[in-house]
């Protein structure tokens, strides 16, 4: 009787022990569903937002392209263009080791000069040139060029260039020996501006210190020729002027600066 009792006990425990380990793998393989049906939920969401993210605003390229044209106003001025064009030229020799931009091919000693001429173009939207020029029924082309400002080894911007500028392009020297119409009538623009607004902060100086200025800010330089003055030195002279004025005048400083078109 009392061996029958515990084989009961202990067949009942061992019954309990079975249906709680199946009670827990059930709670588990439920929890296990329950968390599967909640991914499959949010993975249609998390699609769509990535999705989204991914996708181009349609009004983006507008505004893109909106902003291109508000900067390109900014530094073609009322005459409306892109770009600037000039002519540079040289003289090549057989023996000459640059050949960097090299067209001709002979290596024969006491071939003569070479005569090479270039043009230049730059962008003023994207500031880079294109390069193109012509030699003995040869071509060379190269576009997105970054060139240099042969004095400070900076690179050029649009305010560097002027007829009788130097730049490199690809450590080659280039003179700027001519532009083209509107290219120089755009030069024009910018220094007539420039030079009517140093004319004014000159006068104004003259309140305050009657005395003549050194050379390196009352003189232009650059050449005689249309498109032949140096805008960026210019602005330096403006830069020097408008803190002097600053001084006495802040307002007045500040109303000039305004005017420029030129970041000093």
């Known amino acids: 009787s009392g061996s029958s009792s515990s084989r009961r006990s202990r067949s009942s425990a061992h019954n309990n022990v079975q249906d709680g380990s199946k009670g827990r793998r059930e709670d588990k393989a439920q929890g296990q569903l329950q968390q599967q049906q909640q991914q499959q939920q949010l993975e249609p969401q998390q699609s769509r937002v990535e999705t989204q993210q991914h996708q181009k605003h349609p009004n983006q390229d507008a505004f893109q392209s909106r902003l291109d044209e508000l900067q390109l106003q900014q ?147 650059g050449s005689k020729v249309t498109g032949g003055l140096s805008l960026r030195h210019l602005a330096k002279q403006l830069d020097h002027l408008i803190q002097d004025l600053m001084q006495y005048r802040p307002k007045k400083a500040q109303e000039l600066a305004s005017r420029l078109e030129i970041g000093l």
């Open 75 to 221: 530094v073609s001025g009322p005459l409306g263009i892109r770009f600037l064009r000039f002519y540079s030229s040289w003289e090549e020799t057989p023996e000459d080791g640059d050949l960097t931009l090299r067209v001709g091919s002979d290596s024969h000693v006491g071939g003569g000069l070479r005569a090479r001429k270039a043009k230049l173009q730059f962008d003023l939207l994207t500031g880079r040139f294109s390069f193109r020029m012509e030699a003995n029924g040869q071509a060379l082309g190269m576009d997105n060029i970054v060139a240099l400002n042969a004095g400070s080894g900076k690179p050029c911007d649009a305010w560097d260039l002027h007829v009788g500028a130097t730049i490199l392009i690809l450590g080659r020297p280039m003179a700027l020996k001519s532009a083209d119409c509107a290219t120089a009538q755009w030069i024009e623009h910018h220094a007539s501006l420039m030079r009517q607004t140093k004319q004014e902060l000159l006068v104004e100086l003259q309140k305050y210190k009657p005395r003549a200025h050194s050379a390196s800010v009352s003189h232009n330089r």
